[in-house]
C-alpha cells in the first residue's frame, strides 16, 4: 500500500483550517483501488472518492492518479 500526502490549500467549508490531500492505492485480488480523501485538520469536513481498475465506468477520460477534488497527479505510483 502506498501513500500520498500533500496539503491542498484553504478550507472551503471553515476558511481557516489546512485541507490535506490524501492518496492511497492498494491491490486486492486482481483489481487496483484507488482512494482520495481530502480532510480539513480544522473542522474536519471530508470528501473521499475511490476508482476501482475494473470499473466499467473508469474509462480513459477517468484518470485515477488525479485527484478529482485538486486535480494533482499522484507522486507514489
Ligand atoms: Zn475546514
Ligand atoms: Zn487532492
Known amino acids: 500500500m502506498a ?3 500533500q496539503t491542498a490549500g484553504l478550507c472551503s467549508r471553515c476558511n ?3 485541507v490535506n ?3 492511497n492505492y492498494f491491490v ?3 483489481r487496483t483501488i484507488y482512494s482520495w480523501e481530502h480532510r480539513c485538520d480544522d473542522c474536519g469536513h471530508r470528501e473521499t472518492e475511490a476508482f476501482r481498475s475494473d470499473d ?3 474509462n480513459s477520460e477517468t ?5 478529482p477534488y485538486c486535480k494533482r497527479q ?3 505510483q
Not at 63 to 67: G, K, L, N
Open 3 to 5: 501513500r500520498d500526502r
Open 16 to 18: 481557516r483550517g489546512t
Open 21 to 23: 490531500c490524501l492518496y
Open 28 to 30: 486486492k485480488d486482481a
Open 56 to 58: 466499467p465506468e473508469l
Open 63 to 67: 484518470d485515477p492518479t488525479v485527484c
Open 74 to 76: 499522484a507522486a507514489a
